[in-house]
């Protein structure tokens, strides 16, 4: 499964929540119907976890935001 690097993505995960969840376990999901399908955003402290649920969904490929 590929990945393709965007500029910007919605955040699902507000920085004041980073201190409340130090274990980094906090992952989010916004499920949407749209004109062109269904849209599936993630976020996650861990970007691994959230990646591997939209790796399980089978849709190629991920848009990802490099961030930091």
Same mark, same amino acid.
């Given at each position: !499964?590929? /990945?393709?690097? #965007?500029?910007? &993505? *919605?955040?699902? @995960? ?6 409340? /969840? *130090? ?5 989010? #999901?916004? @499920? ?7 849209? %599936?955003?993630?976020?996650? !402290?861990? *970007?691994? %976890?959230?990646?591997? %649920? ?6 190629? *490929? @991920?848009?990802? !935001? &490099?961030?930091?």
């Amino acid at each position: !499964m590929g /990945h393709r690097f #965007v500029e910007d &993505l *919605p955040d699902l @995960i507000r920085p004041e929540e980073y201190q409340d /969840h *130090p274990e980094g376990r906090l992952v989010r #999901v916004r @499920i949407r119907v749209t004109d062109e399908g269904v849209e %599936v955003l993630g976020d996650a !402290m861990r *970007p691994e %976890v959230v990646e591997r %649920v939209l790796r399980s969904l089978g849709q190629d *490929p @991920i848009d990802q !935001m &490099l961030c930091g």
